[in-house]
């Protein structure tokens, strides 16, 4: 595998052809926020709290640093007034659904994102899919999926599944950011035994 | 007002069984056979299980899951995708209005709200003597007739409250 | 049929089918249309069979079923050859008459015929209503004229000859420099030129090449694909083999959907007669080029519209768009070089072929060349299908061929693009209908669908509408778009009940920027763009809203006269 140069925050950066933004700045100890990321997991793209200002050939672009591949000659910036304005509007938005999740917030206070910026609707999920891909590419029991789309999509445990698989493992679990989870599935197994 | 059957996004609502539907389970039957273990047949089969049994119930699903080697996770989540599968069962009569921006220009959501008010239900629903079905269609490429309104697939174009409240008195 | 192997065994079936046209023979042209079978026109089609029977007629006249015609408000439209008689809003009842009187008796029924509603006067030719008239039907002219069921139709009017020239006198080099002169441009809504994402492909790295024809059309308020596809079937697959050739790719796809059987039926019957004269399938017309082309239909959701989904869609997943770090033309389909253009795209190439680059080129404006198949709908007196070259005026197309605003309203706006897109309000009309002009004035051309607002839309409400819309046909996957649409459409829907508070528009301008930067996709990344195009050009419309809790357009329902009812 051949090495790309690339520079990240101004600080010049070798990486691995076929290694994204993310991989190349976490090698470097340059630290990118992440949500829906995990380095067991393939890279999701859906939080877009890693988006990142990226440099070709002299035009700019905004690119989500966990699925961009590296190039030659790339010029990274992991901060800037719009991508900080990027992620503090999402932040917010997550906020709005799970105002005191643990992992949010630090993340709320680094951005100066207001958790009462947008009206409560408090379902709790916020979509990161960790236990959706976790569950179907490392246990491989597909025993949690979402389902409907747009502004209905939604978590589900699948009953006949989870009846059978959930109890003794449970591994999702630490995953979640808001421990939305725990909930969903104590619901769930109260709906099959029902 | 009566009870109606809501859109479940899991299918875990209550359904009553009609006459109509044992016997499609030959048919539906028939469909899975043909496409054992295609998983790629995923779309395709549930496609052609909504058209012959106009829902998908959910002992449907599990089987479609088992037959087709699918988990039923990904069954149940291209059934909820796409708004073409129901997950509750049809009324008789199946009510399409359409509301794409050219026929609401031209008064759409008022047939809607003149259609819900009769039926008592709203779109997505079902009522309860799974007499009427009411579903909210976008754009169907024939502007020129809106509103229009599909009523057991025959076309009421160019309608208007007081006509479609006229059309569905056959119904009754 | 016989199989053609060659260019000069082309051109003898052809002199052969046109040898045995009788110039003079009745043809009557009834328009199937979406809308015309809407309205019925499928009992016109059997009064005219029953009748062409009872009198014996079936062997001298020709009954012809044809895609849309255009003129969809005055549907069910029938066109008598060969004099182009135009008789409009027919009825099974009428048709004894038809035949009778003008078939037969070569006489026209006045009352069957176009009245202007302004001066009243009457045209009984196609060519001479006015709605006709000055349209540039390059394209969809043709569909009158055949059987979208019959490949010998299309023959008969110097069908495939363009791809007969471009195997045999062009190399896949000098198609594509053709197609770069003309600077064909995307017809689906990028506007993004064909011969460069074509020159992409062709020498992007891959030991299978595809091309993809998206027949889609998931934006409410488009049917021009529809009414161009289902009438002209062959003109597309033409210009799709040409695109082949070009490109290197020897599979195609058809991506449509799967509520039109007509079209269905249409592409599946084109195919099928294409193959078994060997102008597709293996060694077509005996080049050594072979091409075969699968249908794929869609599930029903707007978003497999999308390329990266559609292609998604084409390999059994689930319809749910890529980033595009990496262009679909360099990795599509399976990860192969992949070139996926639009109905009309497609069916601008043969021209090219035949007519060549310079002739295109002469047509619309100096970087919109070519004609553009429109669909008007909304507020407008013609509502329907319009060719025109670029360059038009959109107050042109509005008042000359849409017949202006019924009830005698005002124009207020134009939307294009649907709930990807942006208005132009009527103090703009005077502007041409120029990819590059209307994006400038902040809405897109998109697919041409023109939506037509009179003075009686309340431009929140729809700005609200687009979103309702979107919320339901987002994927839901990532933050910006879902989150996005579910906070503005929540602030709009607020705002058009009266309790919108001040802050309101900075905070869905501030939004609105995050979304159009931050979304996964294509779609994401355009959802804000109706309510910034009204916020640019109706901005007092939402502060009326909200400081005086009134609705200028009177629409709003319990925002009227400025009482909260």
Redesign the interface.
């Known amino acids: 595998m051949s090495e790309i140069m690339l520079q990240i925050d101004g600080r010049e950066v070798a990486a691995g052809e076929g290694t994204t933004v993310l991989e190349a700045a976490q090698k470097a100890g340059i630290s990118i926020p992440t949500l829906c990321h995990h380095e067991i997991l393939e890279p999701y793209g859906g939080c877009r709290l890693c988006t990142v200002e990226a440099e070709v050939r002299g035009r700019t672009k905004l690119v989500a640093a966990c699925l961009y591949p590296v190039e030659k000659d790339l010029i990274i910036r992991t901060r800037s007034e719009k991508v900080d304005r990027i992620r503090k509007m999402i932040l917010e938005l997550l906020l709005a659904h799970a105002p005191d999740a643990r992992d949010l917030q630090e993340m709320a206070q680094e951005y100066g994102a207001d958790k009462n910026r947008f009206a409560k609707e408090p379902s709790f999920c916020i979509h990161c899919g960790l236990c959706v891909r976790y569950c179907a590419e490392v246990k491989k029991k597909h025993a949690i999926a979402f389902v409907a789309m747009g502004t209905s999509r939604e978590i589900s445990f699948i009953p006949e599944i989870a009846a059978k698989e959930c109890w003794n493992c449970k591994e999702c679990f630490p995953l979640c950011p808001t421990e939305a989870l725990q909930a969903a599935f104590v619901l769930t197994k109260e709906l099959a035994n029902f | 007002m009566s009870p109606t059957y809501e859109r479940a996004?899991?299918g875990?609502g209550e359904r009553r069984r009609s006459p109509a539907e044992a016997m499609n389970n030959d048919r539906i039957d028939h469909i899975l056979n043909e496409h054992q273990g295609q998983a790629?047949s995923?779309?395709q089969v549930l496609?052609e299980i909504q058209e012959e049994n106009h829902w998908l119930p959910r002992e449907v699903l599990?089987k479609v899951s088992e037959q087709l080697n699918v988990?039923?996770?990904?069954v149940?989540?291209?059934a909820?995708?796409?708004?073409?599968?129901s997950l509750t069962p049809k009324g008789q009569h199946k009510i399409h209005v359409c509301t794409?921006?050219?026929c609401?220009?031209?008064g759409a959501q008022r047939v809607l709200d003149e259609v819900q008010e009769l039926t008592g239900i709203k779109p997505g629903e079902t009522d309860s003597d799974l007499k009427f079905s009411l579903e909210t269609v976008?754009?169907?490429?024939?502007?020129?007739?809106?509103p229009?309104v599909e009523i057991n697939g025959e076309?009421h174009?160019k309608t208007s409250p007081a006509e479609i409240a006229d059309a569905l008195k056959k119904y009754e | 049929m016989p199989r053609i192997n060659s260019a000069s065994e082309l051109e003898e079936l052809r002199n052969s089918i046109l040898s045995k046209k009788e110039p003079g023979k009745p043809a009557i042209a009834i328009c199937a249309g979406i809308a015309c079978l809407g309205l019925g026109n499928g009992r016109v089609i059997s009064a005219f069979e029953a009748e062409l029977k009872k009198q014996s007629l079936e062997a001298k006249v020709e009954l012809r079923v044809t895609g849309c015609h255009g003129f969809c408000e005055k549907g069910p439209i029938v066109v008598i050859y060969p004099e182009e008689i135009c008789y409009l809003e027919v009825t099974p009842e009428d048709v004894p008459e038809i035949i009778a009187q003008t078939v037969i008796g070569k006489q026209v029924i006045d009352r069957l015929t176009f009245t202007d509603p302004d001066t009243g006067t009457k045209a009984a030719y196609q060519s001479e209503i006015p709605f006709y008239k000055n349209q540039s039907r390059l394209l969809i002219g043709n569909s009158t004229k055949i059987n979208p069921q019959s490949i010998d139709d299309y023959l008969a009017l110097g069908g495939y000859a363009a791809l007969a020239k471009a195997l045999f006198e062009m190399s896949p080099e000098e198609v594509l420099d053709e197609i770069k002169k003309a600077n064909l441009r995307g017809r689906g809504g990028g506007g993004f030129p064909a011969g460069s994402k074509w020159e992409t492909a062709r020498n992007a790295p891959g030991k299978e090449k595809y091309v993809i024809v998206n027949a889609h059309e998931g934006e409410p308020g488009a049917f021009m694909d529809r009414a161009l596809f289902t009438g002209n079937p062959h003109l597309v697959l033409e210009g799709l083999i040409i695109g082949a050739y070009t490109i290197g790719s020897r599979q195609g796809f058809i991506y449509t959907r799967h509520d039109t059987p007509v079209l269905r039926k249409n592409i599946d019957l084109a195919l099928a007669q294409a193959k078994e004269y060997g102008l597709l399938g293996e060694n077509i017309l005996g080049s050594g080029f072979d091409f075969n082309v699968e249908v794929h239909l869609d599930v029903g959701i707007f978003v497999s519209g999308e390329s990266s989904a559609l292609m998604r869609s084409i390999e059994g997943k689930p319809p749910e768009p890529r980033p595009k770090y990496i262009r679909t033309s360099v990795s599509g389909v399976w990860d192969m070089p992949t070139n996926l253009n639009n109905v009309e795209t497609w069916a601008n190439v043969p021209q090219i072929i035949s007519k060549g680059a310079d002739w295109y080129s002469s047509i619309g404006t100096e970087r919109s060349k070519g004609t553009k198949l429109i669909s008007l709908s909304g507020n407008i007196v013609n509502s329907g299908v319009v060719e025109v070259p670029m360059g038009t005026s959109l107050k042109e197309i509005v008042y000359d061929f849409g017949g202006g605003i019924p009830s005698g309203k005002q124009l207020k706006a134009i939307h294009f693009g649907g709930p990807m897109g942006g208005s132009i309000p009527e103090s703009l009309i005077d502007n041409p209908l120029d990819f590059d002009v209307l994006s400038k004035l902040g809405a897109s051309l998109g697919a041409g669908d023109m939506l037509v607002l009179d003075e009686d839309t309340c431009m929140v409400e729809i700005a609200r509408f687009f979103l309702e819309f979107l919320s339901g046909e987002s994927c839901g996957k990532c933050v910006p778009c879902r989150e996005g649409i579910r906070q503005m459409l929540r602030i709009l829907t607020n705002i058009t009940k009266g309790k919108g508070q001040a802050g309101d528009i900075e905070l869905l301008e501030e939004i609105a920027e995050v979304v159009g930067e931050a979304a996964l996709c294509s779609l994401g990344r355009s959802v804000q763009k109706p309510l910034l195009s009204m916020l640019k050009y109706f901005r007092d419309e939402f502060e009326a809203h909200i400081k005086e809790k009134r609705c200028p357009a009177l629409a709003c329902k319990g925002l009227k006269l400025g009482e909260l009812t």
């Open positions: 996004d899991s875990l790629g995923l779309i496609m599990v988990p039923l996770s990904r149940l989540r291209v909820t995708f796409y708004k073409t599968f794409g921006t050219a609401q220009v031209r976008n754009c169907q490429g024939c502007c020129s007739l809106g229009m076309t174009s």
